[in-house]
């Protein structure tokens, strides 16, 4: 009896043994590809530039490379960038969730699979050929501009490239599939037995939406913002290929540092700064979330005690 009492608690060691095994790579991959980088930026952060042809010196450890960071020139397009991500994550939040929906709950399972594929098909081509390809769709140039002077829309070449509208264009474009995913795990997981029980208490399509879908839907919604939210605030390649001057972002103000100045110091600053100020915004997205919860809560409660006087 005594053997067989032990056994368990080998059987459970042997488990947790496993899964630390199954996550030593992935342990491995977080401290090589962040926590070492990570550290590596924050102390080169603290330093200077000592010479022009030097990159960084540590000898003197100051704040002065995050005095220097947070100029003008930087909070505007820090607030550019801002501006961008959040407006990009709201256009994506806006049309993905009516195409998770249509793919989760209206399609079969064999043309969901087929849809699924065309939504990931993009990301089997490179990023830059992708973003490139709008260049050359925007351009004043290009077959776009042409077939909109055809039909009467423009008098003129199109000017879209080089514009934060252009910059707005290619995010929403090349972030859009982040959030459709996460969108349609969620909603495919739904009991869709909820919606049809739903409808035959009374409730409309609008209120079993908000009553039903939304509180459901929610894990995926807040996965696909922070999925499309936390890369687009560090783009680099859409700003730099379809931006110009008047769409740059943060992301090439710290590799202009890093490439062209050679100051490793104020890029690093820099960089910090910006992970900083995404973690406040995520930190913001949660609580956000948290009171359209309770909101949302509140309003079901609301519901019922109408429905229940209405009874009585």
């Not at 550019?80 to 969730?97: D, M």
Request: net charge positive; hydrophobic share 55%.
């Amino acid at each position: 009896m005594t053997a067989v009492a032990a056994a368990p608690p080998r059987a459970k060691r042997r488990f947790t043994g496993s899964v630390g095994l199954l996550a030593l790579p992935i342990a491995v991959w977080l401290v090589f590809f962040f926590i070492v980088p990570f550290g590596l930026i924050l102390w080169y952060s603290f330093g200077e530039k000592p010479s022009l042809y030097v990159t960084h010196s540590n000898d003197v450890l100051s704040l002065a490379r995050y005095v220097e960071a947070l100029d003008p020139a930087f909070l505007t397009t820090f607030w550019r960038t801002t501006q961008i991500s959040i407006t990009g994550t709201a256009l994506c939040l806006l049309i993905g969730f009516p195409i998770a929906y249509w793919m989760a709950v209206k399609l079969s399972p064999r043309a969901r699979g087929i849809v699924l594929a065309l939504v990931l098909v993009p990301y089997w081509t490179n990023f830059l050929v992708r973003t490139i390809g709008w260049q050359i769709t925007l351009s004043p140039e290009g077959f776009l501009s042409d077939f909109l002077n055809a039909v009467g829309v423009l008098n003129g070449p199109l000017q879209v490239l080089y514009t934060q509208q252009a910059v707005q264009l290619g995010v929403v474009y090349n972030y859009l599939p982040l959030m459709i995913l996460p969108l349609y795990v969620a909603l495919e997981r739904m009991d869709h037995r909820l919606l049809e029980a739903s409808r035959d208490l009374g409730g409309s399509w609008w209120s079993s939406f908000w009553r039903v879908t939304v509180p459901l839907a929610r894990p995926g919604i807040m996965s696909g913002m922070i999925l499309v939210f936390v890369p687009l605030m560090g783009d680099y390649i859409t700003p730099s290929v379809l931006g110009g001057a008047s769409g740059s972002m943060v992301g090439q103000m710290v590799a202009g540092q890093f490439q062209r100045a050679q100051n490793w110091a104020l890029g690093s600053a820099m960089a910090i700064v910006l992970m900083l100020a995404i973690l406040l915004v995520v930190i913001a997205f949660g609580v956000l979330f948290k009171l359209i919860g309770v909101a949302l809560a509140r309003f079901r409660h609301l519901g019922d005690l109408d429905r229940t006087g209405a009874i009585s």
